[in-house]
């Protein structure tokens, strides 16, 4: 019998699996006696097991079974996990990962694997309770040097993402949905071709609910929960810091909150860069953390939360922190800023310093940081998805980075400004408040750039001058609307003409030469057949 035709979901289910494993082997070092992992982390390589093994891949069965005999043995309280056995579980975990990887190409090349198997076997506990577990040499040089964890924790995109899984639910209403917008449509037909418009009318009112039920349903076929990407992230953590001798204790929360798959697509990589910035720079050895009086333990935490129409994923630590007077000392030794601008500068603005393309603090380069790239990545990733990254470290030590997304990147809600009859969308993400201001309260000088207004309150940022526009005048008493828009975690006003109000766009991606402007992020078709332009205030800030 071909099995070809179903490779593919093979494939995509032991990716399932095996994106599952990593968590629980962590969770099971950091609690040995803990049945329920043990259960779940069981079930899990029984079931790619069974798979495997239907499918006639006889490799990835030998291996499933050497880690599920010793699993077995935990279950059967003949065993306990140690730090030597989670190495070699998260072995055979990557060594799935790369049979899988070959099962997906089509490679038939062979995967040693003996030699993991025969210490997987004879892993065990001697009478006096020491752990022995034959080194890799014992296998006759069979086994290939682990490969460095900065590579183990790429993110592929195809491992999750190529394939998803929907609720039979959403794709039944998704069909009632569009049966629904088939009747209607000959409704509108036969109400076009009637002299009273009231049935037209009635029909375009349904035709809009059932627009607004159908982008609903999609949205919900889109959506992914958290746990996609972060199932990788405590091996990642756990990996990092053992190559950085850190005792790290991590904690995540809110892995259930579902996002668009475009944005967790785009988003893995950034947070990947902030967890290994948190134990490289952030967290301290247990020695340095006595001396400070601190638990030897670091904590890192990776939390997820809803807001409304947006999804905020923070990770803080208790680690050293960031000081804004050495970072503004960088800042002003590698050319950032000048001196002037490092004396009058808010350690917000501070903060922000390190998203800076070359900027470090770091003394030395390791494997993992220094080298003066990373966070502009994440602040440019950030950007592109309409979203705003904040940094916060407070005085008693400690940090937090703070990346506020919209929930999708494809419908968003934005805030429509108009300047020299121009419309130009701004994404509600990234709009703090909106007020008013005299035009006779704003004081402009030729020492005075941005304009200030009067009451000596933050500068002002005139729209029209960012577009290349005149400026526009009027009497003293009109009130002049004023956009606070949160431009990389800092606050800037922007006065424009008029505020059109909130609404709804399809944003559409732009192609070159427009997808190369600076502070562009997509653009969108008005309804009377105008292209509209989405601006990335994080970028134009």
Same mark, same amino acid.
């Given at each position: 019998?071909?099995?070809?035709?179903?490779?593919? /979901?093979?494939?995509?289910?032991?990716?399932?699996?095996?994106?599952? *494993?990593?968590?629980?082997?962590?969770?099971?070092?950091?609690?040995?006696? =803990?049945?329920?992992?043990?259960?779940?982390? @069981?079930?899990?390589?029984? #079931?790619?097991?069974?798979?495997?093994? !239907?499918?006639?891949?006889?490799?990835?069965?030998?291996?499933?079974?050497?880690?599920?005999?010793?699993?077995?043995?935990?279950?059967?309280?003949?065993?306990? /996990?140690?730090?030597?056995?989670?190495?070699?579980?998260?072995?055979?975990?990557?060594?799935?990962?790369?049979?899988?990887?070959?099962?997906? #190409?089509?490679? #038939?090349?062979?995967?040693?694997?003996?030699? @993991?198997?025969?210490?997987?076997?004879?892993?065990?506990?001697?009478?006096?309770?020491?752990?022995?577990? &034959? &080194? &890799?040499?014992? =296998?006759?040089?069979?086994?290939?040097?682990?490969?460095?964890?900065?590579?183990?924790?790429? *993110?592929?995109?195809?491992? !999750?993402?190529?394939?998803?899984?929907?609720?039979?639910?959403?794709?039944?209403?998704?069909?009632?949905?569009?049966?629904?917008?088939?009747?209607?449509?000959?409704?509108?037909?036969? %109400?076009?071709?009637?002299?009273?418009?009231?049935?037209?009318?009635?029909?375009?009112?349904?035709?809009?609910?059932?627009?607004?039920?159908?982008?609903?349903?999609?949205?919900?076929?889109?959506?992914? $929960?958290? %746990?996609?990407?972060?199932?990788?992230?405590?091996?990642?953590?756990? =990996?990092?810091?053992?190559?950085?001798?850190?005792?790290?204790?991590?904690?995540?929360?809110?892995?259930?909150?579902?996002?668009?798959? %475009?944005?967790?697509?785009?988003? +893995?990589?950034?947070?990947?860069?902030?967890?290994?910035?948190?134990?490289?720079?952030?967290?301290?050895?247990?020695?340095?953390?006595?001396?400070?009086?601190? $638990?030897?333990?670091?904590?890192?935490?990776? !939390?997820?939360?809803?807001?409304?129409? +947006?999804?905020?994923?923070?990770?803080?630590?208790?680690?050293?922190?960031?000081?804004?007077?050495?970072?503004?000392?960088?800042?002003?030794?590698?050319?950032?800023?000048?001196?002037?601008? +490092? %004396?009058?500068?808010?350690?917000?603005?501070?903060?922000?310093?390190?998203?800076?393309?070359? @900027?470090?603090?770091?003394?030395?380069?390791?494997?993992?940081?220094?080298?003066?790239?990373?966070?502009?990545?994440?602040?440019?990733?950030?950007?592109?998805?309409?979203?705003?990254?904040?940094?916060?470290?407070? $005085?008693?030590?400690?940090?937090? *980075?703070?990346?506020?997304?919209?929930?999708?990147?494809?419908?968003?809600?934005?805030?429509?400004?108009?300047?020299?009859? @121009?419309?130009?969308?701004?994404?509600?993400?990234?709009?703090?408040?909106?007020?008013?201001?005299?035009?006779?309260?704003?004081? #402009? +000088? $030729?020492?005075?750039?941005?304009?200030?207004?009067?009451?000596?309150?933050?500068?002002?940022? !005139?729209?029209?001058?960012?577009?290349?526009?005149?400026?526009?005048?009027?009497?003293?008493?009109?009130?002049?609307?004023?956009?606070?828009? =949160?431009?990389?975690?800092?606050?800037?006003?922007?006065?424009?003409?008029?505020?059109?109000?909130?609404?709804?766009?399809?944003?559409?991606?732009?192609?070159? &030469?427009?997808?190369?402007?600076?502070?562009?992020?997509?653009?969108?078709?008005?309804?009377?057949?105008?292209?509209?332009?989405?601006?990335?205030?994080?970028?134009?800030?």
């Amino acid at each position: 019998m071909d099995m070809s035709a179903y490779r593919e /979901l093979f494939v995509s289910e032991c990716r399932i699996h095996i994106g599952a *494993f990593g968590e629980l082997i962590v969770r099971l070092e950091e609690s040995p006696d =803990d049945r329920m992992v043990v259960d779940e982390l @069981f079930r899990h390589v029984h #079931s790619l097991k069974g798979m495997a093994s !239907s499918m006639g891949y006889g490799q990835v069965v030998s291996v499933a079974h050497a880690m599920e005999d010793w699993l077995e043995k935990v279950r059967n309280g003949e065993s306990r /996990l140690e730090a030597a056995h989670a190495d070699l579980l998260l072995e055979g975990s990557d060594m799935l990962g790369r049979l899988v990887t070959g099962i997906e #190409s089509g490679d #038939s090349a062979e995967v040693v694997i003996n030699g @993991f198997i025969a210490r997987m076997a004879s892993s065990a506990f001697v009478a006096d309770g020491e752990l022995t577990v &034959p &080194p &890799p040499e014992a =296998d006759g040089g069979e086994v290939p040097p682990p490969e460095p964890v900065v590579e183990l924790q790429q *993110f592929r995109r195809s491992d !999750s993402f190529s394939s998803i899984r929907i609720k039979t639910e959403t794709l039944d209403n998704l069909v009632n949905i569009t049966g629904e917008l088939i009747t209607n449509r000959y409704r509108l037909e036969r %109400a076009v071709g009637q002299p009273d418009a009231a049935d037209c009318r009635e029909s375009l009112a349904q035709l809009s609910s059932l627009l607004r039920s159908l982008r609903d349903q999609v949205f919900k076929a889109r959506m992914l $929960p958290f %746990a996609i990407i972060a199932e990788r992230f405590p091996r990642l953590v756990r =990996d990092l810091a053992r190559q950085q001798d850190k005792d790290v204790h991590f904690r995540m929360v809110g892995k259930e909150i579902e996002l668009d798959r %475009a944005i967790l697509e785009e988003i +893995a990589e950034p947070i990947v860069h902030i967890l290994r910035n948190a134990i490289d720079h952030g967290l301290e050895t247990a020695e340095e953390r006595l001396r400070a009086g601190k $638990p030897p333990s670091g904590i890192l935490i990776l !939390s997820v939360n809803r807001d409304k129409d +947006a999804v905020e994923i923070s990770i803080i630590d208790d680690g050293r922190g960031l000081d804004p007077e050495l970072l503004k000392r960088v800042g002003v030794e590698k050319g950032f800023i000048t001196a002037g601008e +490092a %004396a009058e500068m808010a350690a917000s603005d501070a903060f922000q310093l390190i998203c800076r393309p070359g @900027f470090s603090t770091a003394r030395s380069v390791t494997t993992v940081s220094g080298r003066g790239v990373g966070m502009d990545v994440v602040r440019e990733a950030v950007h592109s998805l309409a979203g705003v990254l904040a940094i916060d470290s407070p $005085p008693r030590g400690g940090s937090r *980075f703070t990346l506020r997304l919209p929930i999708t990147i494809s419908i968003i809600t934005v805030m429509v400004v108009r300047c020299g009859g @121009f419309d130009i969308a701004i994404p509600l993400t990234s709009v703090v408040r909106i007020y008013e201001v005299k035009r006779s309260d704003i004081v #402009s +000088a $030729p020492e005075s750039n941005p304009p200030v207004p009067s009451d000596g309150s933050t500068p002002l940022r !005139s729209f029209r001058q960012l577009l290349g526009l005149p400026e526009l005048s009027g009497p003293p008493e009109e009130l002049v609307p004023v956009v606070a828009c =949160d431009c990389g975690g800092v606050q800037v006003p922007y006065y424009v003409d008029t505020i059109v109000g909130q609404q709804e766009i399809f944003v559409r991606p732009l192609g070159s &030469p427009l997808s190369l402007v600076r502070g562009i992020s997509g653009a969108t078709i008005t309804g009377d057949g105008r292209v509209m332009f989405v601006v990335d205030m994080g970028a134009i800030g």
